[in-house]
């Protein structure tokens, strides 16, 4: 697995640290070349881990109905043969943040996740499974409902089996549900443009987020769609939001 580490000059030791999780077919390297964080980690201090969307492994796919390879989800898979490799959500909560811990002078109690589209997916998950180990949570246009959406739900099935309370277990708008641990700091923004915003189903998740009492900033901003200009337009605010939770002089 490759990733990328953004390290601001005269940091303050340790540094807090925010992990991006990236969408369909990027890798380790889309966020550093398209989004424009650099300023924002910079100006707040903040070393930021970007990971690649998935093993780059390559199955013989002729032998399953969906060619689901870059296609991670960011879930641990139990379905043969990507149950060997795919195990993005343990990498990136366990396996990943231990690596940048003993390779890097950051702070672990000061970190934060965001994502965008099936990034933003892992990220709201990521936090919404591990209570307390994120400091705050951000998504650019996530998946939020995916066993609500047909697409999404074939591909959660190429995973994990067609059983619904399995699939439930790794959908954003379920999980909120059923949250019980400390204050999530959820914000999202979500282009009015955006072409996938029924596969997304954002007013799903945000409908739960009301009904169980969670608080969350969800923003549909107009003109914009679902990609790297929308997100670079509002990269400052994910960064302040960030640094309220991460960064003690912000």
Known sequence: MRFSVFIPDNLERPAPVLYHLSGLLCSEQTFIQKSGFQRWASHYRIVVVSPDICPRVIYDVEKHEIEAKGLSCYVNAVKKPWNKNYQMFSYVNEELPNIIQEN???????????????????????????????????????????????????????????????????????????????????????????????????????????????????????????????????????????????????
């Open 104 to 250: 890097f002078n950051i702070d672990k109690d000061r970190q934060s996740i965001m994502g965008h589209s099936m990034g933003g997916h892992g990220a709201l998950i990521s936090a919404l499974k591990n209570p307390g180990k994120f400091l705050s949570v951000s998504a650019f246009a996530p998946v939020c409902n995916p066993s609500r959406s047909p697409d999404e739900r074939l591909l959660l099935e190429c995973y994990l089996g067609d059983d619904p309370e399995t699939i439930e277990e790794w959908d954003p708008t379920c999980l909120i549900t059923k949250y019980k641990g400390p204050e999530l700091n959820i914000l999202i923004h979500q282009g009015k443009n955006d072409k996938h915003q029924r596969d997304l189903k954002l007013e799903n998740f945000a409908n739960a987020c009301k009904k169980a009492g969670i608080a969350a900033s969800i923003n549909l901003e107009e003109g914009y769609d679902h990609g790297f200009y929308f997100i670079s337009s509002f990269m400052e605010q994910h960064f302040h939001h960030h640094s309220k939770f991460l960064c003690d002089s912000f």
